[in-house]
């Protein structure tokens, strides 16, 4: 007995993206990370571009499948790193150096190993004497597994 052919166009496609998503793709490190600080910007973007709304931020999440927590300064539900960030973003913030970052998260047992990236860019607010104060950081956790499938669908 043969294969009858009769796969509708959806069950087609969705075969189709299956055999694309088993492709093996080989990136550089620096091409992860490049790929990672774009989409933290246009996630970022995304966010501005909705007033920092948190009706939003689901949604957004979701549009990016990305994870996003908004910290603000002595946040008591900040993980460590996300409290590092901080702190180096108010210091940062008296020399006027608040430009965005990321971060490669290292949860696997090999210590040259990561799974996903942290994108972080604070917001920020002049004051009177020309000094700027970090109301609070925007961190947008990126899996590296869906960086590499989005640019390998660049490819």
Same mark, same amino acid.
């Given at each position: 007995? !043969?294969?009858?052919?009769?796969?509708?166009?959806?069950?087609?496609?969705?075969?189709?993206?299956?055999?694309?998503? $088993?492709?093996?793709?080989?990136?550089?490190?620096?091409?992860?990370? @490049?790929?990672?600080?774009?989409?933290?910007?246009?996630? #970022?973007?995304?966010?501005? $571009?909705?007033? #920092?709304?948190?009706?939003?931020?689901?949604?957004?999440?979701?549009?990016?499948?990305?994870?996003?927590?908004?910290?603000?300064? !002595?946040?008591?539900?900040?993980?460590?790193?996300?409290?590092?960030?901080?702190?180096?973003?108010?210091?940062?913030?008296? @020399?006027?150096?608040? $430009?965005?970052?990321? $971060?490669?998260?290292? @949860?696997?047992?090999?210590?040259?190993?990561?799974?996903?990236?942290?994108?972080?860019?604070?917001?920020?607010?002049?004051?009177?004497?020309?000094?700027?104060?970090?109301?609070?950081?925007?961190?947008?956790?990126?899996?590296?597994?869906?960086?590499?499938?989005?640019?390998?669908?660049?490819?």
């Amino acid at each position: 007995m !043969g294969c009858g052919g009769s796969l509708s166009d959806e069950q087609r496609k969705r075969l189709h993206e299956g055999m694309d998503q $088993q492709q093996i793709v080989r990136l550089s490190d620096s091409e992860i990370v @490049t790929a990672s600080l774009e989409q933290g910007r246009i996630v #970022f973007a995304a966010l501005d $571009q909705v007033k #920092f709304n948190p009706a939003k931020v689901d949604s957004i999440a979701a549009r990016y499948h990305v994870r996003l927590r908004w910290i603000v300064p !002595g946040s008591a539900d900040a993980l460590e790193i996300e409290n590092q960030l901080i702190e180096a973003y108010v210091i940062g913030a008296e @020399t006027g150096s608040t $430009q965005d970052n990321i $971060q490669k998260l290292r @949860t696997l047992p090999q210590a040259d190993e990561y799974d996903s990236l942290l994108y972080s860019r604070p917001l920020v607010k002049p004051i009177a004497d020309g000094a700027i104060n970090v109301e609070g950081v925007w961190n947008v956790y990126i899996a590296k597994k869906d960086i590499i499938l989005s640019v390998a669908k660049r490819k």
